[in-house]
């Protein structure tokens, strides 16, 4: 199955607050998500999605799309 390659920031502290959010790789994902999905990581720990960027062409490691989240 195709998916799509999106980079994942997390700001643990939420939008605009504190420390910036940091980069947690690149995984490849069957669709786009949206704003208000949640995703999980490796370790079971779930994230909102709080933002969806979708970027003009793909960056250096193939991602289409930033997705920033907050924990959720």
């Known amino acids: 199955?195709?998916?799509y390659r999106v980079r994942v920031?997390?700001?643990a502290d939420?939008?605009?607050?504190?420390q910036p959010a940091r980069d947690n790789g690149v995984p490849e994902l069957p669709?786009?998500?949206?704003p208000g999905m949640e995703l999980a990581d490796d370790e079971g720990r779930v994230?909102?999605?709080?933002r969806v960027v979708?970027?003009?062409?793909?960056d250096p490691d193939g991602?289409?799309?930033v997705l920033v989240c907050a924990p959720g």
């Open 47 to 50: 994230a909102t999605i709080r």
């Open 54 to 58: 979708l970027l003009a062409s793909p």
């Open 63 to 65: 991602a289409v799309a």
């Open 9 to 11: 920031w997390f700001d």
């Open 14 to 18: 939420g939008l605009g607050v504190g």
């Open 31 to 34: 669709v786009i998500p949206q």
């Open 1 to 3: 199955m195709a998916g």
